[in-house]
């Protein structure tokens, strides 16, 4: 039993069907049915992020915030904070997930000082360990907000004024200590500043060398506490910044390759991040796993006519059911689906929270069917794998094992003379099955 009633009307959510018209129950996620051999609780491992669902007030750059949050009164205090938890654990239990994730600043108010940060940190700890402990529900991930206070303007790992990348080094020592105190299953950098607005004004070599030594520190540290938590870096290509440093998948990983970092970190794919980089959430998640760095995802969408981060729940089957496709073939424990999504402010009452993640949980379930149905029968494979058939010749073989260089194979072409005909990509073809699964699922 959770220990608030911030939710009187609403009993615990239950699965009852795709036929169901009960908009506080789950029609397609049915936490202990059985796909590809696991539950879908531990395919999907859901996960509510605390910043928007219990610190999003609505407000937006043309007005202040909607919400109505009768259990927040709204004070910086620790005790408000103490409960706000609480109350978030009432959420979590009701809802049916798994897991949450925060930053530090999220769950407990910044103080004058960082001692003082620092210990209300460690006030909340104790509410959530405790809450964790009586609900079940577990840590997805900590992470520090280094871009929220004034001080972090120039960026944290990456900015030009030492003492507020010492101040950095601290807050994440901080962050990791709990994260770890509360059992999280891995550690996020966003990269929140780390980036710049103009390059006439930045060093951008010593920036990234800087960067880099930040995160062989936090590797340091989590061997000395005995963290064995995935460390994850989460692409974005801008906002706050014109230029951030952690652009994509691409960049991230050439990054991770050129500070001696590959060993230690994987990637969190956020669907509104892939968009904002001119990517799809496919790509972006196929680059990070062909190399063996998918770590989690960020789930959410943007909106086709707005280009910033809009931070939606995910409701397109489509997108679910491509992104399920890719989680599938490379797995994502210790990683989870965490919605890192908002209610728009015109959505302002409690339930609609409720309304907002049951439709995400569906969304996703769904996804997790009909990707898992295409891959039972190869419907997408067979067509790629005879695609490239040319290459399982004896030839191609020898070429992929690095066996030929460019003489034999000009030897072999002034022989042939021309190569011999493409074949069809079948797109359109490919296109329609995915749409037939989408019927018949
Ligand atoms: C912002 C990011 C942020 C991270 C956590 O765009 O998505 O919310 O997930 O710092
Ligand atoms: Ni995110
Ligand atoms: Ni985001």
New binding site residues.
Partial sequence: MSTTNAFPEINKIQYEGPGSDNPLAFRWYNPDEIVEGKTMKEHLRFTVCYWHTFRGTGADPFGSGTMVRPWDDGSNSVENACNRARVAFEFFEKLDVPYYAFHDRDVAPEGDTLRESNAHLDAVADVLEAEQNRSGVKLLWGTANMFSHPRFMHGAATTCNLDVYTYAAAQVKKAMEITHRLGGENYVF?GGREGYQSIYNTDMKRELDHLGQFFHMAVDYAKEIGFTGQFLI?PKPKEPTKHQYDSDAAACLNFLRAYDLMDHFKL?I?TN?ATLAGHSMMHELEYAGMQGALGSI?ANTGDLLLGWDTDQFPTDYYLTTQTMLVLLKYGLAPGGVNF?AKVRRESFEPVDLFYAHIGGMDAFARGLKIAAAIRADKAIDSIVTERYQSWDSDLGQKIENGQVGLADLEALMLEKGEASGNKSGRQELLENIVNRYLDQT
């Fill in positions: 966003w989460e969190n956020e991040h960020d890192d």
